[in-house]
Structures are given as C-alpha cells and as structure tokens.
C-alpha cells in the first residue's frame, strides 16, 4: 500500500523530461569538451526546407538545431530541384531571411548557403558563407565554382558515395580540387559513412564534413539520450561567421556519426584527454585495486586492449563512470605506484577502420 | 529512399543509453554542486532486503545505487518485523556484511543500519551508523534508544505521516528529543512528503532526512531522465563514516522529492547559485537584449516574477538553457549596464508552501 | 558473464519499436470498438500548414495522421490570417490538392476545409466538406456562412474558451445556430476542454468535436504508448467522405481528451461494454475468488465504486489485464452465482464532473 | 501561447503508461494468436531465485511474470549450486511454496521444477513437473534422472552452447536421450540462440525451449513495446499443470527469441496465416492498386521476395498496419481479381538460417 501510492506518486513525473524538449522551451546541451583553445561548435551545414524539397518552413530547421543542442546551421536548399516552384516561387535567398529572425532570438549562427545539384558524377555540392545564392544560378557547373568562389563561399562535396553505380572520383573532382574551388568532404551524411570519402580528406588534406542532410521534420528521437543528428563539430575561436569559416578553410573539424568520432589525431586525442579523467584508487586493502573512470562526454568511448594490462574490452559509458579493476594488489610494499594501460578506442576513427591509440594513466598509491 | 535507410541506421542505437543501465555496467550521475566547501553526498538511509520484509538479496541494493548515482546508503531491514524468518534464520548484522565487498567494489559507502519498528505512535525509527545491530533487538523502546546511543548512533524517525489516524508528536516523541535520542526526521519517505515533519525540524532543529524506503527490486525508470528515487544531500567533507555521520549530526542536509529541493535556505541557495549560470547577452541590436541560462543541475527551477522586470514565470530546465528575452534594448545609450530580477524559486522550499526568493544578475553591456 | 552477454544482445532491439514510427513505414492502429453498426472512425477535422499559419508542407499532415492511426482529416488553413503570403500566394484550395494523392496512397480520408478567422467574439470556425475555399473569401460573416452553406458544409466553432476574456456565447451564435449554419463546437481543442461547450452542445444538441488544430510539426510523442492527439471518434458507417459527414450531422461522435472520453451517454456505454470483458474465476478454493478483466481499449478506465460490492477504486488499465479480487469466496455452496458490481467510470465523461454509470457482471461459478 | 499551454497538458500524461506497469497493477498482454484450436500460453521455464544463485525473493518471479505478460512458470533453482546457504538452508521444495500463492492470485501457473547442475559435459539440465525436489539430490547424474522420470517429470538440456570448448552432443546426452530420459533443449537461453540444438530438436524429435534463465531482478525494458524476455510458447488445450505437460511431451511449441520465431513449419505457418490480414484494395483508379496488411502479432514480420511480383523487402511491422503499393493498375478491365505472392518470412526460422515461405494473396478487384 505504501509502497505502492509512493511510487505512483514518483512516476507522475517521469516524462516531463520530453515535456519541455516537445515544448521548444529547452535545449539539450552537447557534451564535448573545448580542445586546443578552441570553442567546440556544433554544426549541421546540410539541411533542406519548403524552399526545395523540404517539408518544413525554414524557422522550424533553427528550433530543432537549438532543441537539439546545434550552435551553427546552414539552410542549403536545391538551387536546381524546386519541386514546390508551383507554389513556392523561386528565391534562392528567401530561406536564409525568413529562418533569421527566430535564428537571432536562439542564439543559432545561421549562415547563407545552397546545395548546387547536378547528375552523378560529379553530384551535389554545397557552397556555405554566400552573400548571393541567385549568382550561382547557372548552367555550367564551373561557372558556379567561380560564382562561389567569388564571394569566398567554402565548398563541400554531399554524399559522395550516395549512387553506388556511380561513386568514385572523376576528373571533374580533379578539376574543382586542383582550382581550390572544392575544400571538404562529406565524410558522412545522415546516416551514411563513406569511407573512400574519409581517406580521400587524409590524402588530399580536405575538410571532414558531417551533417543531417535533413528533408523531413525532425522528431524527438534526435533529443533522445543516447541519440544524435549526424553533424561536424567545428573548433572555432568563437561562434561567429569568419570564426567558424576560418576553421572550416583550416580543417580544424571532426566528425560526430552514431556511435562514432572521426576525424584527424591531433582533435581525437584531444577530445578523448579533455572527456576523460581517472579517479582515486580505492577498496585498496584486497586483492585488487579499483578506479573510476568518468567520461564526461556524450559519446560512450569502445576500448579495446593494446598491451598486456586491463581487461581485454571496456567501455567508458558516455556521461557515467565506470569502474575498472585493475587486478593489481596493493602488496607487496613495493609494487608500483602507477601503471600504464595501453587501448585503442575504436570508436574514434583516426583513418578507416583504424582506432586511436590511447594510455590510461591509474595512479595506484 | 536516401533518407529512409539514413534514419533506420541511426535509430538502431538509440536505446543503448538504457542497456549499459540495465547491464549495470554504468553508473548515471546526479548533477548537484558541491557547495559551500563541502561534497555534496547522494544518500539513501532506508531501505529492505529479504533479510526483512524486502524482496531482494543485499547486494542488489548496492547495484541499483550504484546504477543510480547514489553514494551512500544504509541497508535498514527491520528488527521486530521478519516475514521471511521461517526460511532466513534472524541475525540483524548480516544483511550489512552480505552486500559489504559489493559495496567495497562500488565504492559505495555502506552504513550498518536498522528499522526499529514500533506501532504508531510513536512508528518506526532508523537507527544507523551500529556496530552491533542484535544489541538493539529488545522490548523496550527507550532501552533500544539507549542502546542505539551507547553506539552513538544517528537516529531519525521514519514516515511520521504514514498513517494519518494516528499521526502527530506524542509525548514518547519529546521524550526521544529531549534526551537527544532522536537527531533527524524524514520529510520525505518514497512518494510523500510531511509538511509537519518539515516543520518540526525548523522548528526543533532536527536534522531533514529523505529516503526511499524500497522494498522492491527498483526499477530502470529511477535512472531515466527525469526521475530519481527519494534521497537526501549530505554535504559532508568527504565520502567516509565520519564525515558523514558529522554531517547529518550537524543537519546539513537538503531533501531532493521528485521535482523539490526542501532544505534550510542556506543551502538551497548555495546550490542555486552554484547551478545557475547567466551568459553574455546576445541579439543586442534589436528592440530587446536576450540571454542564455544554463542550469547545470538535475532540477528544473520553476521561477515566479517577485519583482517588475522579466517574465512572470521561467522554467530554468534541468541540465538545459534556457532562453530569456529581458524585454529591455539596447538603446538609448545610457541603458543602465545591468539589471536585477527578483524571482521565487517555488519549488527551493526553505519551509512548507514557502520558496527560495532568488536574484537574477544580467548584464546588458 | 553470461547474464550480461545475454542482456546487451536482448536490448540491441528495444527500440526498433520507435524506428518503424520514425521511418514513416509503421502504422500505430488505435483500439477502440466499433459500435451500435458503426465504424469507429478516428478524425483530426483541424489542421494548418504552410499555407497559412502553420509550419510544414501538407502532404506532412498525411503522413503524421497515417502514422498516428488516424482514418480522417482535414487541413483547414485560414482563410484571412496568412503570414507567409510574402513567399507562398494565396489559393485557399492548395493545400487540399498538394495533399491528396498522398492521402490516396495511405487510404486517409481528406476533407476539404477551410478556417474562417473573426476576431473574438464570434471567434473562429470550421467549414469542412467544401467544395471551393475561395468562394469563403468575403468579408461580412454571414456572407461567408451562405456561402459554406451552399456547398452544405459542416460548420463548427473552434475553441469557444480560447481567450477568457471574450469566451461566452453571443446573439452571433445565436443566429449562427438559428439558421443552422453552426452544427457542431469544439469541446476540445488540443490541450484544452471547454466545459461550457460540453454543456452547450448537450443542451442544443450540436455536435461535439475535437482537434489538435496542430500548427508545429508532429513530434514522435503522440506515437508513443499513452499518448495521443486531441481527436474526434465518428461512428460511421464507412470511410467515405458522405458516410462521415451524415455520422457528423446526426452527431454521432465522442471526444478522445487526454485520459478522458466526453460525449453522450449511449456511444460511451457502448464503448465500454465492447472494451471490457471480464474472464472466468480462478484461485476459487480461497478465501476470495479472483478475476481477470481485460481492457481492450486505448483508454485507461478509471473507476470508482458506486455500490457496496468491490474495490473502491479500480483501473482497468488500457490493452493490459487487471486483476479483481472480488472478496467474497465461492463458500459456503450456496453463495450466489453472480454478483454485480456498480461503478462510475469516472473518465467517461456524459456531462462535465459527470462520469458514466457501469456495472460489471462477475460469475462466481 | 495557446499550441504551448495545449502541448504542455498532454505531455503530462505520457508516461502513464510505465507508471501502471512499474506499480505491478498491469500486465502487458502479447499477441500471439491461438493456432490449431490449442491456446498459445507464454512460458519460461528456467528462472532462479535466492534460493539459489538469484537474487529475489520467489514471490517476485510472479509479479514479474505476469506484469510482462506469461502465463506458465518454473522456478528451477540449482540443486548442486546453493552460495546462500549460509544464511538459507537449504530445502529445493521451498521457491515453489514460497511463491505459490502469489502465484494463484495472478493466474500464474506454477510448476514445480529445479536445476540440475553438473560440469560440461554433460552440462545443465531442467526437470519440471516434479513432486518433490530433494529427492534429486543425489550424487550420480543417471540416479538423477532416474529420480526425475520417476516423478515422470519432463527434462530438458539446458544452454547446450553455453562453454564453446566444451559444446557438442556427448556420449551422456546419447544414454539420456536413448533412456528417454532427455525430452527437449534449449534451443534458446536469455540472449544465446544456438543453432546446432536446433538441428537437434530437428533430426532427434526433441522438443524446442526458449528461456530467460534469470538471476537479476527483471527491469522495465522487458515490458516495454518491441522487447521481451526469451520464451517459449507452448501450445496447449489450456492453462493447466497437465495440459502444458502434454504439449510439451508431444513438441507442440515456438520459441521467440528477440525478432524471431523459431519452430516447426506448421506451428510458425499457423502464426503466420492467424497474425496476418490484407484488407481490401484501395486507391484503384490510379496506376497502382494499394492495400493494407494487418499484423496483429507482438513479432516483426521480415519479408523477402520469392517470386517476380510486390516489393523486394518488406516488413510488416508488429501490431500496425503496413501499406502495400501492389504496382498492378486495375486497368486493363481483364486485369486479373487476384495475385499471389510469394515471400520467405526470413526471422520464422524453420531450420537454421532457414525462413518459412509464405503467399500473401492480395484481391484486386
């Protein structure tokens, strides 16, 4: 009885937690830490409205992206795809003026961009940082380039792998890398990662994009623990225009997909030192001595054994602790008074298939 | 089509948040600033085994605290009342000793602890913080508060409202406080709160006490956003017996009730302080200034307008931002640098109906 | 090890549950019977798009009903309120068109409608089963109503409670409803219930509707177990846009609110006896025979014992099997075959604060 | 302001849904239909408590049994392997007694059985039915079974895969299954399907068994929509102690093991052909007739073409209703009234890695 009317009690509560996420009224912060110096800012740069093929008008993109905890978002609809021309007239601007406003009030850096859409290959590109989408409403796909080009737009290749029939790297992408008028990949898009397109940005020393590419309304999922869009987290100075552009032109991203980080060492290694930090020892006096590891990230961190210390397989759970055992004793007297374990989390993806090595540093005494 | 399998891929992994719970292989942390120079300690005091009339093994009580973020709990099974005796022969230590390496292994602190369970009035009692349970197992009650004080106990009266025909302070009660017997009071048991018990600790400076009084296996929903079992917050120097027994002897404690803080004002304040962070104001160019708050702890703030300026009402969420648009511009020029908004925090009660009046600091400039 | 393994495999596959929803592939059907001869019909008659005030293309409203379990709707866009005029001119009979061969592919049944916008007093109404939208267009209210009744729509007012300040009946409506061009009043709107309209409708004999009158996008909630959108159930004889209109006319309808069921007491009756079936005994050789009494509905009901006989309260909680302890044993040989229990069901609304009286036929033998 | 105030009502319900099931008042019924005029009753029949190495009281297997929607119950507690004795003498009689009541208040069904524990090989083994359980407690495994068949119990192998290096069909199990002493396997345990006890059951006419085999409390997630516990659905005249016996001696069951059904063709054929209903065709005079197929099961149904016609994949998702865009016009008049087809249901296994073939039939006209 008791028991009963308490717990019922408790329960009325449960959801509220979606409430206000539903409500607009809150956003859910991401949890990356900021590395180098650098702010880490979450970006989607890929995403689409009623202005192309999109099923949603362009202030609903802006309160997703702060519901679900983006800093930086870039409406790109089709210049060439307007399957709503009939009710919709075209202007490739309107998209970026109508989403300002409610961008302005959310504290949401919206910046002008477009996707130019052609035949596979070459495919999709986005140019982001534009002042005039209409300029680049032209025939020739070069002529566009150079239109970009001429207002400093930064460009990314969409979905390289996205027609199987057709994916690879032609001349055309020879031609727009060697001009600089092409200066990322989309390493992932929504729920695709290209691998090819991974090692062509190590190669070719291209910019790792990720984004949503979204088209419909996106749901609570997103919002989700333990759920996540597609995007590029973007290590900027600040959550400004030039800021975030100079970054991207630097390269300075990694990419956040699933379950995965991918993106350059020197970023991966960074995120995994800043997110994870080793407790005291404790429960000393037995056969064993023990360790907490807290990850204070959002994304659960899969390790797997390098050398001969630690269990074989730990998982650092994504804003939890973990315990570890490290299975050495505190006696002797003159046991070492710390030890070194050697992982690969392979999860944080330095090329394709190939994890970052880290060491887990437990003091024992 | 692209879409399709984009979304199907991600959505695979979004209950995983719930399975590393439900492995217990991770453990979620309660958000709530450490505070004036103390830990802040996450407590259950009152809970059952199958030791009594509870319906789990001693160490499943560890697993789930530890799963829940809990630092410390006392495992209480009652003396008098022992359903189960025809099948687990009675020695009031051993639920303790039971679940201890487990505890060891969690680095959950455990507290050897015990329900002595009298009719109402004057109800049941905790008594923790034993070294001999069995010592207390006899008829008289001020010979077990004796006894409980020959081990300096720490002793507080459970449920005082559970049974509403014979609640209220009798005169055993003034007995047990006047002979210091009696330290604290729950102000919370599982679902429910007494109003009166709150009262009388203010009034009698008994040390506030919230717990959950499980007897069922707990459930994942405790650890779902949103939800958490009663408990009570010991800011204590650190996490040992004696700091902890010092702690509550002390009363510094504050009760967490479903979506209440319940706590003398100074520390609900210090917590409120401590969670509650005003960012740089944004959107400055426009009719009105907007700012970002960023409540860092596990409790949505519910705020009510006790001054002129701001909304009337604001919900801070927990573990979220909030927007706040001040409703004040920019201009003239000599707008004041910063202003002040006065609000209640209706669910901080420093005493029964009563909310913690709280100031919001914003820069304008 | 085994345990744990055999766990993290189990919940790999939670929730695909969501993902189905998610993808737009899966249907969730809504339980409730049909009844008197009739098809249960579960109808959202107020809707806005892009069109008008709302937020995304319509074939979205489609696909958002499909998933939701919904069998019939209608997009009613205003007529005089169309913020994105700018950007989208206006053809009040668009939206309709832009939806429909979606609806023909997902087999919902659209209703052409329409909102017609006046400030308050009168307020807001629906003209559904439109042949022209534009013909609506016109200034004097009156004008518009001969205009929908020419075109024999089904006219309702929406939200009659919307703003507290202006709510009530007026000689508009009066002469709405003298010349018959008023049928029907939103009882409920989204998460609102009038109970002033509940009392209006029974003594004018109007039909009771409900609506979401969704402007956002759907979120995953209403999909969710125990969650719903605002709807109106049509006892009709078929889904045809003439069987739902006559079913509308004649006033055959219930209001699904939240946790409640509002309409006239013969449907609700009938709902609740095609819902509730109560098994055969069990545990007979005790002390108290035992039944189980099946839900089959989506409605929680919720009652409370007008008799001597059974529990006080009692929850027959939706699609699940709750459990009756009758209280009285199936000794000595001659106790009674049968017994009935009288309750109200307390959230089956046949007036406001009055639930409908049910009686449940229990065989002991 | 009026979307925001309705949105917020709504949500406060939401989670109703866990309130009722966590409070043990509600039981998830699963849906699976009778088939061949026997009932389909849901059992797991290898289940521990603290009686042994499990960690709940017995009592508690009941209520978790039947909030998650079974029918028929063992608790089988390990004869050999007892770590509680210390506090819990033994007497293998006793979880049954224990629970028993409990038992006959929920309709459960219990059986009596127990664990019997040797090393691999020969591994573990259920026997059920038992009268009295002590008297298995003997040294040598065949005095045992000779025991178990005395009491004419029903014995089955228990995780036959459970140590990889020592698996395989061994010289005891000949003797066991030759003495007809050995009358099914575990073609499932908790998360371990194994596929090589599968054609076991298959070439040996061994009856197939799926169960939890749980020592932890049960969580939530088993009763939440698209997870389940791993069980066996056996196939019986009714809900009785020695209906259940004869089906299982006789092989009459299924087993469901995450999104699969696994048994024999005419069982998993039978489910099919009840779980699925195609309704009428709608949407005629456009290119493509479409229809709507009903899947009224708790099971995923994964569809592969076999033939030439209807989409290459196709799941029909569980309790929803799936859209079919037949790609057959209704024109020409001579079209045909009715088409077949053919699919593999890949996840109903009617041998290892083999689905069952199925038709769907599908009225034109």
Known sequence: MKTRQRIILSILLVNLFFAAFALGQSRREINFPDILGYKTLKCDLHMHTVFSDGLVWPSVR????????????????????????????????????????????????LIKGTEITRETPPGHFNAIFL??????????????????????????????????????????????YENKWMHGIEVVNGGSYYP????????????MMSNSDIHQPATLLETSPGNHRSMTLVF?????????????VKGRTT????????????FLNAIFKESVEIGRPYNKYRDSIWVEIKNSSDIDIDLERAGTLGPRQLTLAANATTILRTGIGAKPEDAPAQIELSYIARNFLIAPDKGLPVTLNIRLK
């Open 62 to 109: 802006v309160d997703e992206a702060w519901r679900e905890g983006l800093d930086v978002i870039s409406i790109t609809d089709h210049i060439e795809y307007q399957p709503h021309k009939k009710d919709i007239p075209t202007n490739h601007n309107r998209p970026y003026y109508v989403a300002l406003s409610r961008a302005r009030e959310k504290n949401i850096l």
């Open 131 to 176: 002042r005039d989408v209409n300029s680049l409403d032209t025939e020739d796909l070069f002529d566009v380039m150079k239109a970009a080009d001429k207002q400093n737009a930064f460009v990314f290749w969409n979905h390289p792998g996205w027609k199987p029939e057709h994916k690879g790297w032609f001349d055309t992408h020879t031609t727009l």
């Open 196 to 207: 090819e397109a991974h090692e062509w940005c190590l190669e070719k020393n291209l910019t």
């Open 236 to 248: 900027a100075r600040e959550q400004t225009t030039e800021a975030v552009k100079e970054a991207l």
């Open 255 to 266: 990419v956040w997909f699933k379950d995965q980080l991918i993106g350059r060492k020197k």
